[in-house]
T-cell receptor
Framework: GAVVSQHPSRVICKSGTSVKIECRSL??????MFWYRQFPKQSLMLMAT?????????EQGVEKDKFLINHASLTLSTLTVTSAHPEDSSFYIC???????????FGQGTRLTVV | ELKVEQNPLFLSMQEGKNYTIYCNYS?????LYWYRQDPGKSLESLFV?????AVKQEGRLMASLDTKARLSTLHITAAVHDLSATYFC????????????FGTGTRLTIIP
């Protein structure tokens, strides 16, 4: 199956700093990627849909100025958590569909801890 | 708004037993996915169900989809410890590059 690579897998940052997470489709082009957040022992919640060459579409309740998404190429989407606070600590997972759009492939996830 | 519910939320079962996890969703969709998640890890794709009546099996797991009832099941046969994990179903909003809505998850623990 297709491969989605996410980096970094873990990051610890201080409150008030920004963190960038990368999501790459390694063997296919993805015009659309998705960013999810998962709190401990909970399900995945969609944060936003990342569209190549255009603005991301954010889900209700997600602050677009806090979670900046850039999808500058067909193989790379980035999520930047700006001015991070401890409540932003979570597991962030990206996803992309392959060309057929049948199946969704997930990155390895990024464990963000804000101290 | 699409809602996806799973039950049970927690399942503790003995090795060798059979059990079924249920996934109900609230609006029309013809695509449903099952994933496995181990602690601290991302999602592993188990099954992609693309039409009404679809049934897929892999090892001790079998998934089915009834789009008319808006119900999917994940059946576990003769459970083994290695199947301990959290299982999620996810429903496609539309065909093509559309987002998924995930179920609440079922945390499965297999007891020796």
């Amino acid at each position: 199956g297709a491969v989605v690579s996410q980096h970094p897998s873990r990051v610890i940052c201080k409150s008030g700093t920004s963190v960038k997470i990368e999501c790459r489709s390694l063997d296919f082009q993805a015009t659309t990627m998705f960013w999810y957040r998962q709190f401990p022992k909970q399900s995945l919640m969609l944060m936003a849909t990342s569209n190549e060459g255009s603005k991301a579409t954010y889900e209700q309740g997600v602050e677009k100025d806090k979670f900046l998404i850039n999808h500058a190429s067909l193989t790379l989407s980035t999520l930047t958590v700006t001015s991070a606070h401890p409540e932003d600590s979570s597991f962030y997972i990206c996803s992309a569909r392959d060309g057929a759009g049948t199946e969704a492939f997930f990155g390895q996830g990024t464990r963000l801890t804000v101290v | 708004e699409l809602k996806v519910e799973q039950n049970p939320l927690f399942l503790s079962m003995q090795e060798g037993k059979n059990y079924t996890i249920y996934c109900n969703y609230s609006t029309t969709s013809d695509r449903l996915y099952w994933y496995r998640q181990d602690p601290g890890k991302s999602l592993e794709s188990l099954f992609v169900l693309l039409s009404n009546g679809a049934v897929k099996q892999e090892g001790r797991l079998m998934a089915s989809l009834d789009t008319k009832a808006r119900l999917s099941t994940l059946h576990i046969t003769a459970a083994v410890h290695d199947l301990s994990a959290t299982y999620f179903c996810a429903v496609d909003h539309n065909f093509g590059n559309e987002k998924l809505t995930f179920g609440t998850g079922t945390r499965l623990t297999i007891i020796p």
